[in-house]
């Protein structure tokens, strides 16, 4: 049974840095790639980034500059780091696992998401 | 980015009724569009992927369609457990965009 679960500091404040960690169980993260993906309060749904099975990394332009994904695969921990953070980056985050194979490419599993909030 | 234009962002629907949601792309992206299910207590759930495949064990009354730049999901009849957010989201390209969702409401 694959899971995934989000967890994180909650609360964070104005200009500093979120770290969000995503355990998976049940895949191999040398076989999968997991993305992270926000949505704001009564909004929709933004793709962030990926790591992709081979390691690489992708990122949404309109954070890249802030934002960072890593992993420690002997662990099936996904990271995410985005500094500079603002108000308007208070969401709900989500990490997702992909299934990707010839021209299938989709979010298969999902976790049940940690709610940040960006306040002083 | 590849825009997508999702219609109606709300429909008030009665159990049983047969409905539809558009997704549109600002761009053609060959099939590639998964549906995603939303529901009130945030939990997200995949339902087709490649515009018309059913992921394993989403119910039959769901199926997808479309091509080109148009795509639309349709529920044949309404169960309770159907009224919820839905998205759509490409994969042509990156970035990975998602349409703005549609809601599901009871009528």
């Known amino acids: 049974q694959v899971q995934l679960k989000e967890s994180g500091p909650g609360l964070v404040q104005p200009s500093q840095t979120l770290s969000l960690t995503c355990t998976v169980s049940?895949?191999?993260?040398?076989?999968?790639?997991v993305s992270w993906i926000r949505q704001p309060p009564g909004k929709g749904l933004e793709w962030m980034g990926v790591i992709w099975s081979n390691g690489g990394t992708d990122y949404n332009s309109a954070i890249k500059s802030r934002l960072s994904i890593s992993r420690d695969t002997s662990k099936s921990q996904v990271f995410l780091k985005m500094n500079s953070l603002q108000t308007e980056d208070t969401a709900m985050y989500f990490c997702a696992s992909h299934i990707t194979m010839m021209v299938i490419d989709w979010f298969a599993y999902w976790g049940q998401g940690t709610l940040v909030t960006v306040s002083s | 980015d590849i825009q997508m234009t999702q219609t109606p962002s709300s429909m008030p629907a009665s159990l049983g009724e047969r409905v539809t949601i558009s997704c549109r792309a600002s761009?053609?992206?060959?099939?590639?569009l998964n549906w995603y299910q939303q529901k009130p207590d945030g939990t997200i759930k995949p339902l087709i992927y490649?515009?018309?495949n059913l992921q394993s064990g989403v119910p039959s009354r769901f199926s997808g369609s479309g091509s080109g730049t148009d795509y639309s999901l349709t529920i044949s009849s309404l169960e309770p457990e159907d009224f919820a957010m839905y998205y759509c989201q490409q994969y042509d390209s990156s970035p990975l965009t998602f349409g703005s969702g549609t809601k599901l409401e009871i009528k």
């Open positions: 490649y515009t018309s």
């Open positions: 761009q053609g992206i060959s099939n590639y």
């Open positions: 049940g895949l191999s993260l040398t076989s999968n790639s």
